[in-house]
């Protein structure tokens, strides 16, 4: 195999990939990173795939790219999505691939994926019914990959999921769509809606931080505040997708800073009440 065997193939995205499934680390040719670099900046490749095609064929060589394509990622809100956002996390994902622990999120573990996909693909009570099985929704219904809903904090899904959703949806791509989203926060646990959530947001173009059963648990006492589900504009109120990023630090995916201050503020109050 030649580099010129890549000829015209990134014109056409998955012509591309299949191209380059047939190198390795050992017999990639040279400048054949700088073309998936330059195609993905171009427009013709999209940046998840392309991102582990570079951590796969280049490795540690890669990292510099990666870095640069997350660089943007804490200052884009996610109510404006772009390109720019699936290519930061994309980037973030090939960090996190490559062990870095600059990349904000970590891989789910291969025990988690396999559970939320349980979930997601359920025939009777799964995502897969309506968002279909790459994501990118049944006519009707918006697409999860690409999606600011299922980035950034993670309790912004979690509700959605426990508590349904109704309302107005704007979408990437100027997409509209009146959402009717079943709950099913009597139907699955805790753990079973943060594998699923876990599970998307590691999924297609996805990348964001694994969900913890206790950012479920929160949601789900986190009553919608006008009806038993939510609406999108209750939603968005409490978690706005305009003060949030990629890697937002206002959120903990683990729920256990807010617990850890929350305990501090309470020692302190209780401490301050017996000096009295």
């Known amino acids: 195999l030649r580099a010129g ?4 193939a990134f014109d056409q995205p998955r012509v591309a990939i299949a191209a380059l499934e047939r190198f390795d680390a050992t017999t990639v040719p040279d400048g054949v990173g700088t073309r998936i670099v330059a195609a993905v900046e171009a427009g013709s490749l999209e940046p998840m795939p392309a991102a582990l095609q570079l951590v796969r064929l280049c490795g540690e060589a890669c990292a510099d790219t990666l870095r640069d394509w997350t660089a943007s990622a804490e200052s884009l809100p996610l109510d404006r999505w772009s390109r720019a956002h699936d290519r930061a ?10 062990g870095r622990d600059e990349g904000a999120a970590k891989l789910a573990t291969a025990e988690a994926r ?9 025939p009777a009570t799964g995502c897969v019914r309506c968002h279909g099985d ?31 959703l109704l309302g107005e949806l704007d ?3 100027g997409e509209h769509f009146h ?3 079943e709950p099913l926060g009597g139907i699955l646990s805790d753990a079973e809606i943060a594998d699923v959530l876990t599970f998307v ?29 939510w609406t999108t504009a209750a939603l968005l109120d409490r978690y706005p997708l305009d003060r949030d990023t990629l890697v937002s630090a206002d959120h903990d995916e683990s729920g256990v ?10 020692i302190v109050v209780v401490a301050a009440a017996r000096k009295r």
């Open 257 to 266: 800073f807010p617990w850890l201050l929350g305990a501090v503020v309470l």
């Open 89 to 98: 996390a994309a980037g973030l994902r090939g960090l996190a691939e490559l």
């Open 5 to 8: 065997d890549l000829d015209g």
């Open 171 to 173: 979408m990437p791509g």
């Open 179 to 181: 959402a009717a989203m």
């Open 134 to 164: 790459d994501g990118r929704g049944l006519p009707g219904f918006p697409s999860l990959d690409g999606s600011p809903w299922v980035h950034g904090d993670p309790a912004r899904a979690a509700a959605v999921v426990v508590h349904g």
């Open 201 to 229: 947001r590691q999924s297609w173009g996805n990348f964001a931080a694994p969900v913890d059963p206790a950012v479920v648990e929160r949601a789900r006492a986190d009553l919608p505040t006008s009806s038993t589900m």
């Open 114 to 122: 396999a559970r939320g996909h349980a979930v997601y693909f359920d």
